[in-house]
């Protein structure tokens, strides 16, 4: 099986930089109150400690920590909120296929929390096996 990936990518006056979330989470169970075209999501809550953040560069890694308050804020939460989706996407014979979605995101990031709206994919493996992607541009 496939696993998941969490990064931050930047650039700074001298180069750009990937800095990989090195923290491990389980499978998650989530509510999910789907109606035709939108889906409503509870206990969707991604916690990733800010400091398991690697640059592969201590000046980097540093600089990070500090921009991210890492010594007050311990971590940055993701919550997936709702999604709008075209439904045939999601119907039998397209299982394993990913299919653009609009998603609804919460990102808490140094104890500020702002609500924003992401092109994303998402793709329905079993009735009960959901993945979702997605990067800000």
């Known amino acids: 099986r496939e696993t998941s990936k969490l990064y931050l990518k930047g650039s700074s006056n001298v180069n750009a930089f990937t800095c990989t979330c090195e923290d491990r989470f389980a499978t998650q169970t989530l ?32 600089d990070l920590h500090q921009a991210l308050k890492a010594n007050t804020y311990e971590h940055i939460v993701v919550e997936l909120l709702e999604t709008w989706y075209d439904p045939e996407h999601f119907k039998n014979g397209n299982a394993e296929k990913w299919a653009p979605v609009k998603a609804k995101v919460k990102l808490t990031i140094t104890n500020v929390s702002k609500e924003q709206t992401i092109q994303a994919v998402a793709r329905k493996r079993q009735i009960t096996d959901l993945n979702f992607g997605a990067k800000k541009p």
């Open 31 to 62: 509510d999910v109150e789907s109606s035709g075209r939108q889906a409503k999501f509870k206990n969707t809550r991604l916690r990733m400690t800010t400091r398991k953040f690697n640059c592969k560069n201590s000046k980097i890694d540093r």
